[in-house]
């Protein structure tokens, strides 16, 4: 599972110049966001690429597993997420509700399919003998549902609070700017970023005990996932002075947020997100694979790229809701 030439200097060249790639379009993307109130949908078109990417992603990797599910219910649960969203911006509804909604939706999919593998015997069975299931039909329409509402939570559903941090003044009466989503999402995306930096450089320097789970990977040390949450502390802070010094300082003045409103921010966001990178690697290590996908070279899949993000951003929106 280990690449001996991972570190070779073309492939650190290759991560280096696609990672400043990914760099581009996501800073166009919080450009793009920023030029009116309307151009904050535009930043749902990204959300909506990571989700459908990552469901697919997936999608591969319970095949690996063993594990099959209804590819397309995948793929057209964004589309239903984003749909579902408008709607609830449009009829003043709660993002509790917008949530409690998509739950409601999770289990009318699973509802959905296993009505439709038991009724339609004749695709069912098709579907068990090109996958080579020999057990009952009546547990492969059970397991196939359960794995179809797993590859929709994660990512899909995780990745909704991104759509709620994006649109968090739609949400709140409170808010009559857009810009504290993007503060929440400068937050979510510089947090992610520098901790999975600092994880890897730490890591790399500081030699200390390996994570004693074998399952979670070969690479994880306890410097690395310390080094990810104090990297993390580290870019809340700044942007934490950053923001205050554009403009913000009264805002934060308005709901009493201070430094150490960031600092503990920070904490939670490094340490769950490492907990994302940690989930992701066991899911890697059970499939036998060492990238989600070879989607960016150098970088592996979606996935690969935001396993940490997934988890960071359940977190940063609960932030917005404790700060505003």
Known sequence: MVDKNINTPANV????????????????FFLLR?????????????????????????????????????????????????????????????????LAFNILLLVAIFGFCYLYSLCFKRSTLKFMY?????KSRYKFCLEV???????????????????????????????????????GLVLLFS????????AFIVGRLIKSKKICLKKLGPGKSWSGLCGGILGAIIASIIVYVIFVNCGYAEIFGDFSINFWSFLFAGLFCGMFNMAGDIFASYLKRRAGIKDFSNLIPGHGGIMDRVNGLIFNAPVVFVVLLIMF
């Open 34 to 98: 920023q030029i009116s109130d309307n151009t904050v949908y535009l930043f749902d078109i990204l959300v909506g690429f990571l989700m459908i990417s990552g469901s697919f992603e997936i999608d591969n990797l319970l095949k690996k597993l063993n594990r099959y599910a209804y590819s397309i219910v995948l793929g057209i649960y964004p589309i239903l997420c984003f749909l579902l969203l408008i709607l609830c911006i449009n009829f003043n509804i709660s993002c509790l509700l917008f």
């Open 130 to 134: 090109y996958v080579g299931y020999e």
């Open 191 to 198: 947090t992610t970023m520098v901790a999975d930096t600092c």
């Open 145 to 183: 549902s359960l794995n179809t509402i797993l590859g929709l939570i994660y990512p899909t559903f995780l990745m909704i609070f991104i759509f709620l941090i994006n649109h968090f003044s739609s949400f709140n009466p409170n808010i009559n700017t857009n810009t504290i989503g993007f503060l």
């Open 13 to 28: 060249l290759k991560r280096i110049i696609f990672g400043a790639g990914i760099l581009f379009v996501v800073v166009g």
